[in-house]
Structures are given as C-alpha cells and as structure tokens.
C-alpha cells in the first residue's frame, strides 16, 4: 500500500524493523522509518510507543486493532477481522478477553474503521452491535509485478528443492492452524488418489509446527506419505513459481478476512479449488471452484475436474486473471487516501 500512497502525501514515517519496511521505502524520498520492535500484543508496545513522534503527524495509521491507548490524535485503525474471536481460531481466554478490549477501544476511539472484506464488516457489526456503515471496507491486492504467468527459467529448480523427480503437484499455502483447514485437503488429496489415481503429489507451503497450531494432523496412509510434502515455512520470494508450477491450488480454510493466496495462484494462471466460508467466495468470485470446508469428497471431485477437464481448466484460467484485475493495491491505497481525508474531516468537525 505505501508506495501507492507515499507520492499522494507529504510525509509517511513507518514504525517497524527496517530490515522489512526497507523494501517498501525503497524510491521514495518521503518516507522515512523508525525502528520500532516491541513484541505485538504485548505491555512494551504500549510504553514504548513513540507518542512524541506521532504527536508530530497529522494522522496516525494503525493496522490492527492494536492501537496505542495513550494517542488522542487523529486516528485510523484496521480491523483486519475477528479470526482472534472465532470458534474455530486457537485462542485461549485472555487473548479473546484482550482482542475483545482493544477491538472496542478502536470502535469507540478511532476516527474511521477500516476492514478487509464485507464478510468481516458484517462480523464486526453484529459481534459489537454497531452501523456496518461506520466501518469501511479497503480489501487487499494482488501484487502482479510478482504474481505472474510468465515463467522464470528458476521455477522448476525452487520446485526441484521439494518434488527433485519434477512431479506434478497440487498445491496449499497456509499454516497448520486449526482454522487453515489442512487435514480436510489432506483427506481429499487421499480420495483424489485413491478414486482417480491421478500421479500428483500434495505439496503445503507453510508452519507445519508452532505459534498455537492446536492442530494433530491426521494420520497418512503408508501408500500416501510418499505422495505428501510438507515444505515449512517458506520465503515469500519463493511462491510466484509455486503457484506458477503447480496443477491446481487449493485454499480450504474454514475462516479468512480476506485470503491472498487464491488470488496469487489466479495471477499466475493457476486454477483454484476454494472453501465456501467466510470471506472467501466474496473474494473469488466466479473464478474459482467453491466447495463446503468440511467437504473431502467434494474437494476431491472439485480436483478431479480442474486437473482433467481442460475445458473447465481454461475457463477458471480465464476468469481468474479478470479476477485479479478487480483487486489492485493502488485501488486499496485510493481507498485508504479517501479513508484519511474522512477521518480528518470528522475531527475538525
């Protein structure tokens, strides 16, 4: 979003890790960073938040519901969504205690609200019985200097790292927390082989193990283990030959504020299998195939069908790229530049 914003403002300061914000600042003479690293949803990010340098803004952007309780400035803030809320997200009661605190601060404090996704405006509306109206929906875009169709002649060796025989694969991005939904792919990529015997290996790209998985996935089949690859966490410089190498992608999350990864693989030509919750079939439109969440057998003839019919294939294809161009981060940034002149204008009121 900055680089779509900086050239629209005076002055962006950015607080955060250098080493991650470097790139975003990169080209643009106006926006400078100060190093900031307390520990998120911590006691240190509210002390040591720097309230004599955001004294010194017009407006102060937080994007999460994190927000500093000493700042009574123009304030915006993001609630991304209410996964931390959510049955289905691994939190205990402290943290839904916390989350539900600081997510009523922003309604009451913050001079606009943004969210993600009108699946999440509606979930805030109701869980905190305020105007959907008053919450503004921003989205996300998809990032299609990156996320291309074009192959780079180093996609097959990033694939090679986890499939060296070169076999075709269907791929899911995501962690293995509960809410990521993994077991419920695994057991369709297990009916998918069994019923089809197509020759693809699954491959997920994400924390395996970590940060409150809460999740014990469930046991393969010795005929499938080989057929499965868990790849950890990887790089983000690593997903565009990912997504471009791979036969179809799956997302089958049971919750998502909005959810990138189907629009990624949709930008770089690859078809899409997507769960029917929460935000998803608002995000994806017509241009993937939606199943129920908890649906194995479904998402395995969902597969079968993208891996197959060539027909169904290039449309999904088609439709997908005409789905990326209605998510843009410069169409975001606009909206958040638009966000930013209301909440002024409602403080000098």
């Known amino acids: 979003m900055v680089p779509h914003l900086a050239p629209t403002l005076d002055e962006v300061v950015l607080l955060g890790d250098p080493a991650v914000l470097g790139p975003v600042a990169h080209g643009h003479a106006n926006v400078r960073i100060v190093p900031f ?6 006691l240190a990010e509210q002390w040591r938040f720097p309230l004599a340098l955001a004294r010194e ?5 937080v994007p999460h519901y994190n927000i500093p309780l000493g700042w009574r400035g123009p304030l915006v803030a993001t609630i991304n969504d209410l996964a931390h809320l ?3 997200f691994p939190t205990g009661p402290v943290a ?10 922003v309604l009451r404090r913050a001079d606009a609200v943004l969210t993600l996704s009108a699946f999440s405006q509606g979930e805030i509306a109701r869980t905190f019985g305020v105007p959907a109206e008053d919450i503004i929906v921003g989205g996300c875009g998809v990032d299609t ?14 694939v090679r790292t986890w499939l060296p025989d070169g076999a075709p694969y269907v791929l899911v991005v995501g962690s293995v927390r509960p809410h990521k939904n993994v077991n419920t792919a695994l057991r369709a990529f297990g009916r998918l082989k069994e019923r089809f015997g197509v020759p693809h290996k699954l491959l997920v790209v994400g924390e395996r193990e970590g940060f409150l998985t809460g999740t014990s996935l469930v046991a393969l089949p010795p005929a499938l283990q080989q057929e499965v690859r868990f790849t950890g966490f990887a790089a983000d410089a690593l997903l565009p030959a990912l997504f471009r190498r791979a036969a179809a992608f799956v997302q089958p999350s049971l919750y998502e504020g909005f959810g990138l990864p189907p629009l990624e693989a949709m930008a770089c030509g690859t078809p899409v299998v997507c769960s029917d919750r929460a935000s998803l079939p608002e995000v994806v439109g017509d241009a993937a195939l ?14 079968h069908a993208v891996l197959t019919d060539a027909a169904r294939r290039a449309a999904l294809v088609r439709r997908g790229h005409a789905r ?3 998510w843009s981060w410069a169409a975001v940034a606009a909206c ?14």
């Open 145 to 158: 200097a990156r996320f291309t169709p074009d192959a780079d002649p180093a996609d097959a060796a990033v």
């Open 290 to 303: 939606l199943v129920p969440a908890l649906d194995a057998d479904a998402m395995a003839d969902a597969l």
């Open 86 to 88: 959510s049955d289905v």
């Open 57 to 61: 803004t017009d407006l102060l952007h």
């Open 96 to 105: 839904r205690a916390y989350a539900r605190f600081f997510i009523r601060r």
């Open 324 to 326: 990326v161009r209605h």
């Open 37 to 42: 690293s307390a520990r998120v949803h911590t």
């Open 336 to 349: 958040y530049r638009r966000t930013y002149e209301v909440a002024l204008a409602r403080r000098r009121a």
